[in-house]
């Protein structure tokens, strides 16, 4: 009775260890290698123009699928605009005016649905174009895992509750990310991602002007002259968030970190003698370390909550919900001309035309 017992415990056990696993099982690296097999470069290529076109956009790519990822899990919920059904996650406090390259998205989403419609999800290719934006800007490549499926929902009461925020403690983040399945680890390899891209000067005035010790002299004077300390004067004023590389993929922003150059608070705090410290310290002596650590935390990110097999649906545009989307084809009339006729009676002979009308 004794082992049977024990035996029950083992096997439920094992259930719930497998039940508390993130959902990746679902997704796979060759979800669309028979469905659209052409799908992955042409992503890759919409990326590369558009990085070509303006490098800051491989950062901004990157912070796109990381704040649609922390919403209600990778499901392009933050692409969708506001409609009768849809209140968009756009305006949300840390989106408004703020994530950027949805053209992006949906100028790939148009290449890939003209190869092959209804097929690839926006999610996935949000996912893609991350790795893609990446690798444009010297930074690692991964294996990206496929089949994430796109919302039907957005909800900016999510976007303000599960993205973080620049004034958090170090222990508000590392709570954060790990509601989200994500390492203290991860999370400073993943802020490792502001090597890239630029931050307006609303989101770093506080850490510039709150007379902390916490910052190198020398570069909160260089910082002000372009961020005023007047609220509401050069609000979006840009700075980078590396200062030394910003427009490629390196560990500067690590050892700017070691010199109290951090330009967010919460970049900082990652480096505020506590439990963090070790892993910036490691990051900023070895780049490779960084790197596999980056891609390995990503594709962690890419696996959250995905909606898959018959959840969610493959929105043919990206901003809006199938339903809300106008058919295609419903108003094209074509007017044909038949044989034309002579009409005689006692007022004279008229030629008369017929035409056929198909909606
Ligand atoms: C740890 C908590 C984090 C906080 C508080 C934070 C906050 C911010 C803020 C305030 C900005 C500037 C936005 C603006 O001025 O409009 C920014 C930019 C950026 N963030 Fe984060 N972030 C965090 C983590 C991450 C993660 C995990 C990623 C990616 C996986 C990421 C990627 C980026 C990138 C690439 C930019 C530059 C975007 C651009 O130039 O368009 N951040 N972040």
Redesign the pocket.
């Known amino acids: 009775m004794a082992s049977r017992l024990s035996l029950a415990g083992v096997v439920f056990s094992i259930f719930l260890s497998f039940s508390s696993l993130p959902c990746q099982a679902q997704l796979s690296s060759n979800f669309y290698a028979s469905t659209c097999p052409n799908a992955l470069t042409t992503i890759r290529t919409a990326t590369r123009r558009a990085v070509s076109r303006e490098r800051?956009m491989a950062?901004?790519l990157?912070?796109l699928h990381?704040h649609d990822c922390f919403v209600q899990g990778c499901d392009a919920s933050i692409m969708l605009d506001n409609s009768p059904s849809i209140d968009s996650e756009k305006f949300s406090f840390n989106n408004d005016?703020?994530v950027?390259g949805f053209e992006v998205i949906d100028d790939a989403k148009a290449q890939v649905e003209s190869i092959c419609p209804g097929v690839v999800s926006c999610a996935d290719i949000a996912a893609v174009v991350a790795r893609d934006a990446s690798v444009a800007v010297g930074g690692p490549s991964w294996t990206v895992r496929l089949g994430r499926r796109d919302s039907t929902t957005a909800s900016p009461s999510l976007a303000d509750r599960d993205l973080?925020?620049?004034t958090?403690a170090l222990g508000d983040?590392i709570d954060l990310f790990s509601r989200k399945g994500l390492s203290e680890r991860d999370?400073v390899a993943?802020?490792g991602?502001?090597t890239?891209?630029?931050?307006?000067c609303v989101?770093f005035r506080g850490r510039l002007y709150d007379n902390s010790s916490d910052i190198d002299a020398g570069f909160a004077s260089t910082r002000k002259r372009n961020c005023p300390a007047a609220p509401g004067n050069g609000n979006n004023n840009l700075a980078p968030?590396d200062l030394v590389t910003p427009n490629s993929f390196d560990n500067n922003y690590f050892r700017n970190l070691i010199q109290r150059r951090g330009l967010?608070q919460?970049d900082q705090v990652l480096f505020s003698g506590q439990s963090t410290d070790s892993i910036v310290t490691e990051y900023s002596r070895n780049p490779s370390l960084f790197s596999s650590d980056f891609a390995a935390a990503?594709l962690r990110?890419g696996d959250i909550e995905p909606l898959t097999g018959s959840q969610g649906e493959i929105r043919r545009i990206c901003s809006v919900v199938n339903e809300e989307q106008v058919p295609k084809y419903c108003c094209s009339i074509k007017l044909t001309l038949q044989q034309p006729w002579l009409y005689a009676n006692e007022s004279g002979t008229k030629l008369m035309y017929k035409f056929e009308v198909r909606v």
């Open positions: 800051r950062a901004s990157i912070r990381f005016n703020s950027r973080p925020r620049t958090a983040l999370m993943l802020s991602s502001h890239l891209g630029q931050a307006r989101t968030l967010l919460s990503m990110m």
